[in-house]
């Protein structure tokens, strides 16, 4: 069927292998795919509506939803934002739900050169007492974390097949790291 060669194309790309029948394809979860690649949003937002009580599992990686969002590497911060968004509307609680190594998702965005125009705020608005949680991988705050990945080499690239993406600029990183530290400036101290 047509939905099925979707599902497949969609392994594929999360996965990064084509293969006609995967091992494990019956417990492969779609939401965790779409949220980590750029497919289209109306796919995202069909499979979100058809599978929504998975938005809430972890995935063979013990991962939620929003950590794969958090993690992707696709910089355009109006997919990342609209993505990140769609997950926490079925599932606001996962702003708070750590990775198996403790960190929480506002930190795996940062760390994966999210801006705060492209997601991290809406994890922040959807859990403001991760700003002023230590990272529990490098005992560092959110601000911290971002002020230390300004050199990131994701600056001034993007990893999408859209030809009208808005950059990531240095700008949005020392926003993403004004507006952490605005948020709590206790931190600073």
């Not at 494990?24 to 009580?53: N, W, Y």
Request: with cysteine; aromatic share 8%.
């Amino acid at each position: 069927s047509g939905w099925r060669k979707m599902m497949l194309l969609l392994h594929a790309a999360y996965h990064g292998e084509v293969l006609l029948d995967p091992p494990g394809f019956r417990e492969f979860c779609p939401v965790h795919a779409a949220a980590g690649t750029d497919c289209p949003i109306s796919l995202l937002q069909t499979i979100f509506t058809l599978h929504e009580a998975r938005v809430r599992e972890r995935d063979e990686q013990k991962k939620t939803a929003l950590a794969v969002a958090a993690e992707s590497r696709v910089f355009d911060p109006s997919y990342s934002s609209t993505v990140i968004a769609e997950i926490l509307r079925y599932y606001p609680g996962a702003a708070s739900v750590p990775t198996e190594d403790g960190r929480l998702p506002l930190v795996t965005a940062i760390v994966s050169g999210k801006t705060w125009e492209g997601g991290v705020r809406d994890i922040f608005n959807a859990e403001p007492r991760a700003v002023s949680t230590r990272d529990r991988v490098s005992g560092l705050y959110p601000f911290m974390i971002a002020a230390v990945c300004v050199k990131n080499d994701s600056i001034g690239k993007v990893e999408t097949l859209h030809s009208d993406v808005r950059l990531r600029t240095e700008e949005d990183v020392l926003n993403t790291i004004y507006q952490l530290l605005q948020a709590d400036p206790e931190r600073a101290r």
